[in-house]
C-alpha cells in the first residue's frame, strides 16, 4: 500500500515561512506528477501547484511568487516552500501523486492525510 507521508506544517506569523514534505513511503517503479492542494473551513480543496517528474510546474495565481515547489526523485519527496505567507493561506495542505507502482501498473493518484498551516496575522 503506498503511502504518503507528509511533514512540515504548523503556526507561523504573517509574512513568516515553512516548508512542507511529501514523502511517497515505499518501493516505487515511477512517480509521475506531484502537487499539493489546500482545503480552508468550509470551503472546497483547491489546487496549489504541481511539479511534473522532469521538473516543469505550474501554480496557482494566489501563490505564484510566494511559494516554490520542488521534488527529489530519488527520495519519492516533494516539497513545498512557502515564504511571505499570509493569513488566508490558513488550511489543510494534501499532497498528492500520480503513482505507477510495478512496471505494468497504471498510474493512480494517492492523496496524504493532509498537514495543518496556520498562519496567523
Known amino acids: 500500500q503506498v503511502q504518503l507521508v507528509e511533514s512540515g506544517g504548523g503556526l507561523v506569523q504573517a509574512g513568516g515561512s515553512l516548508r512542507l514534505s511529501c514523502l511517497a513511503s515505499?518501493?516505487?517503479?515511477?512517480?509521475?506528477?506531484m502537487g499539493w492542494y489546500r482545503q480552508a473551513p468550509g470551503k472546497q480543496r483547491d489546487f496549489i501547484a504541481t511539479i511534473s517528474r522532469g521538473g516543469r510546474t505550474n501554480y496557482a495565481a494566489s501563490v505564484k511568487g510566494r511559494f516554490t515547489i520542488s521534488r527529489d526523485n530519488a527520495k519519492n519527496t516533494a516539497y513545498l516552500q512557502m515564504n511571505s505567507l499570509k493569513p488566508e493561506d490558513t488550511a489543510v495542505y494534501y499532497c498528492?501523486?500520480?503513482?505507477?507502482?510495478?512496471?505494468?501498473?497504471?498510474?493512480?493518484?494517492?492523496w496524504g492525510q493532509g498537514t495543518q498551516v496556520t498562519v496567523s496575522s
Open positions: 498528492y501523486a500520480h503513482i505507477s507502482v510495478g512496471p505494468v501498473d497504471v498510474s493512480q493518484a494517492y
Open positions: 515505499r518501493s516505487i517503479f515511477s512517480i509521475n506528477a
